[in-house]
């Protein structure tokens, strides 16, 4: 059961158990309003969490907006979410493979799970009022859901359509951009920003350290955005 109300920084309310949008949510909005790539565009959020991006999808122009999470918490969070704003924004409950039920979009946008994660490494509990471990645990690499995204993408674009994707440097761009370059849409880095930990990050520091990912003490990631287009 929902046992907690929060507001978000955006004024977007997240119950326990909800991503509550945090610097890489903001990032991709960020990119895709510097880039107007929603405008009088179809555009698919996937993975929505509290609906944050495809609400801001929606207020930047989009002509539609369709957004999937696989947690029942979310979608009926970014639905809520999405009536309050006055956003028009078609929420489903599934994965985000689902998506290829109601394309093609000119634009999909993601922020996946993208955090390394060992389960049989000790880390401090996260509080429910940041999220699930569903919203950021993508096994050992990071990339349980980028990899099979990166490799679907291209067939939920349109032709001429593009893809925005918000990771982690742990989860390893570059994997991503030969992934996708290897399903034939065009990829490359359009923006980066440093971040100090969270609580996620700041609970695998040390497992992080020991497999050789991060320098002993740094604790700042970078985030980067990925665009990619098909031709
Ligand atoms: C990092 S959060 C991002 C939430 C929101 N888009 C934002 O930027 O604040 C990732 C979200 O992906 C959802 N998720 C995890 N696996 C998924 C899958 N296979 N299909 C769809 N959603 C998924 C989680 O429930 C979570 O809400």
Not at 26 to 33: K, N, Q
Not at 121 to 145: F, H, K, M, N, Q
Not at 160 to 165: E, I, R, S, T, V
């Amino acid at each position: 059961m929902t046992t907690a109300y929060t507001d978000a920084p955006d004024g977007l309310i997240t119950v326990a158990g909800v991503y509550a949008p945090q610097e890489d949510s903001r990032f991709l909005i960020d990119v895709m309003e510097k880039t107007g790539l929603a405008r009088g565009r179809r555009v698919a959020d996937l993975c929505t969490g509290s609906g944050v991006v495809a609400i801001a999808a929606s207020e930047q122009g989009a002509s539609s907006v369709v957004a999937f999470d696989v947690c029942q918490r979310s979608a009926r969070c970014a639905r809520g979410n999405a009536l309050a704003a006055g956003a028009d924004v078609d929420v489903h409950l599934g994965s985000w493979a689902r998506a290829a039920e109601s394309g093609p979009y000119d634009l999909v946008v993601c922020n996946p799970p993208y955090v390394p994660h060992d389960p049989d490494a000790p880390c401090t509990p996260i509080s429910s009022e940041v999220g699930s471990a569903r919203a950021w645990d993508a096994g050992r690499d990071g990339r349980l859901v980028l990899d099979p995204l990166c490799a679907s993408v291209h067939d939920l674009l349109a032709p001429g359509g593009a893809f925005l994707l918000v990771q982690s440097e742990f989860a390893i761009p570059r994997q991503t951009l030969a992934a996708l370059a290897e399903s034939g849409l065009d990829a490359e880095i359009v923006a980066y920003q440093w971040i100090p930990f969270g609580p996620v990050l700041e609970s695998r520091a040390g497992w992080l350290e020991e497999t050789g990912r991060l320098e002993p003490g740094r604790r700042e990631e970078e985030l980067v955005v990925i665009r990619a287009e098909r031709p």
